[in-house]
Structure formats: C-alpha cells, structure tokens
C-alpha cells in the first residue's frame, strides 16, 4: 500500500470548513479503495496566523510544503501575495492549470464549456518587481523566453494526453510588445512540434469578449500570468461561479492544489461555503500523484450529487452545510 504525504494549508475564512469536508471525503475514498493512504499534517499561513505573529508564512510551512508529496492549500485573505505567490515561485509551480468545465445540475451561463486554461504562474506582473515614488508606482512585467516555452509545452502536452484539438495562445502583443512578442516567438516554436494539435492566437481584450459569446471555440488557452488569472475568472463564471473552481499549481517536483474561491469572510464559519472546489483540487492532486482511478472516482461522485441537485449548498440553489454536501459526496462514494 502507498502513503502519501500530504501538506494540508486550511488558511483564513472558509477555508478551515472546506478543508474540513474535503479531508472527511478523502478519507472515505482512499478506505473504499484502499490501495493507498493519504496523511494529512496541517501547517499555518494567512491572515490570522501573521496578526497573532506577524508572520503569514512560517518557515515550518514552507519546509512541510517541500517535504510533502503534495499540498493541498484552500485561502487566504489579504496576504495572498505573501503566502500563494511566493509558494509558486520558491518550488517553480509554473504551470497553473484552470478547468472551466459545466457539470449537470449547475446553472451555468454555458451549460457545455469543457475548457482548460493554462496560466504562466512564476513571472508576468506577479513577479513583485517594481518601485514607489511619491504619487507614482512602477511594477515591471517580466516575460522570458523559458518560462513562455515551458507553459506552452506543458499545454501542449496535455492536449495531447488527453485529446483535445486546438491550443490558443493569449497576448496583447499589439501594444506590449516588448513581452507578449517573446511569449508568442516562443509558443509558436513550441506549436510546430505538435502539428496534431491546431494552434491559433487571440489577442486578450477580443478573447474575454469571446469567451463569453463563443467560448465553444475555444479547448485550450495558454496565456501569461495576469491574463490567465482574469481570464480564468471570468471562466469560472460560465460554469457556475468560483466555487466551482479548482486549480493546481504544477512543478516538475513539487505541486500545490487549490480552489480559487478565496477565503469569503462573509459568509466564515456559517457552515454554508460550497465545498465543491476544494474536492476538484483534491482530485486533480490525485491525478497528479498518480491515482487517476481514484480521482475520477472522486470527481464521478461529485458530478452525481450535482447532477441529484438535493443536498447542494445555498449559491448551488439548495440549503444543504458544507458538512452535509460532503457527507453526500461521501455517500456517492
């Protein structure tokens, strides 16, 4: 039997419910499959644990997060730059990868979007380079040739591994040319080496327009880091909103997984926050260690609970906990 190490990163808000839900069903599913086991230590970050200490990302969580065999980390709030950013960067999580897929039973505002977004996730405007002066500020967007070939190979990759037609590369190289003419110099290299796979460009104003009034042409985008963050957003929102969002943060050795809902302090420690994105992240965190059987196990039951509809969470249209939509994806299992 394996035995994953798993670092677990609750954070602020509804993060320690989601965590919660999503550790109670990941534990039914590895004991229903029992092949492997995942251990969970928890480790510290966010805004909570800098105001008690005036640290928001301890050493003992960056070390757990090396020395884990993958992270699952659910929000934080206001220091998200100094605990997620720096987290991507120092273990070179350079792919982020962002599904936008329907699933039965969501009100979605496109009910058939199947989409992968890949983001660039180590350089762009998030490389916290700039300056401050009195009245002014500079932060410096940083694109290479490296980074901009590995994101594109990555995406290309899994296009290939799981069948999908067409890569489209977002830019807005018409006005930011000095980056974004790097990035496609570099994409386009990449795309010859794939001729399987259609590739095509958009430049990123007419691609948000697109994606909500055609985002069927689109299968996969691979974009610079700002880009992608915005534009997987407003993905998200075809599909039934950010707590339907899962994200991973791929690197060649280390991978943190995450929902992209945020830490939603309005709504913390009212036992309603839909659980659902943080189960997806596991799921990909499964996949990426190996166990795809398991995670699509995993996904399999989430899309039937959606699919019923009669234990969902409120801003899914039911008046199920977050406790109670995992126990229903624990009994699906």
Request: aromatic content about 8%; proline content about 5%; charged content about 25%.
């Amino acid at each position: 039997m394996k035995h994953y190490k798993i670092a677990s990163i609750p954070g602020d808000g509804i993060g320690p419910e989601c965590m919660k839900a999503t550790q109670n069903v990941l534990n039914a599913l590895t004991k229903k499959i029992g092949t492997f086991t995942l251990d969970f230590k928890e480790y510290n970050a966010g805004d909570e644990y800098k105001a008690k200490t005036g640290v928001a990302l301890p050493p003992e969580t960056i070390q757990g997060v090396k020395e884990a065999d993958a992270t699952l980390f659910v929000a934080v709030g206001n220091t998200a730059k100094e605990v997620i950013l720096p987290l991507r960067q120092m273990y070179n999580c350079y792919a982020n990868l962002r599904p936008a897929k329907a699933y039965p039973g969501v009100k979605a505002f496109k009910p058939n979007l199947d989409l992968m977004i890949f983001r660039e996730n180590t350089e762009c405007l998030y490389k916290m380079v700039g300056y401050q002066g009195d009245g002014w500020g500079v932060n410096l967007r940083i694109i290479t040739k490296e980074a901009s070939e590995r994101i594109a190979r990555y995406a290309f990759e899994w296009g290939k591994k799981n069948k999908r037609k067409k890569v489209t590369a977002v830019h807005k190289a018409n006005v930011l040319d000095l980056t974004d003419n790097v990035f496609l110099e570099a994409t386009r290299k990449i795309a010859s080496e794939y001729p399987e796979i259609k590739y095509d460009e958009a430049i990123v104003d007419a691609c948000a327009m697109k994606l909500i009034l055609s985002p069927e042409s689109f299968d996969i985008i691979v974009t610079t880091n700002m880009f992608g963050d915005i534009l997987s957003d407003e993905a998200a929102g075809l599909v039934g909103g950010l707590g339907m969002a899962p994200s991973g943060n791929i690197g060649d050795k280390i991978s943190i997984f995450e929902p992209v809902h945020g830490s939603a302090p309005d709504i913390t420690g009212k036992n309603i926050a839909n659980p659902t994105a943080t189960i997806l992240s596991a799921a990909m965190m499964l996949d990426w260690l190996g166990e795809k059987e398991a995670a699509k196990k995993l996904e399999n039951a989430v899309m039937e609970v959606l699919k019923e509809g009669k234990v969902v969470t409120p801003d899914l249209g039911g008046k199920a906990s977050t406790d109670q939509m995992a126990q229903a994806v624990i009994n699906t299992i």
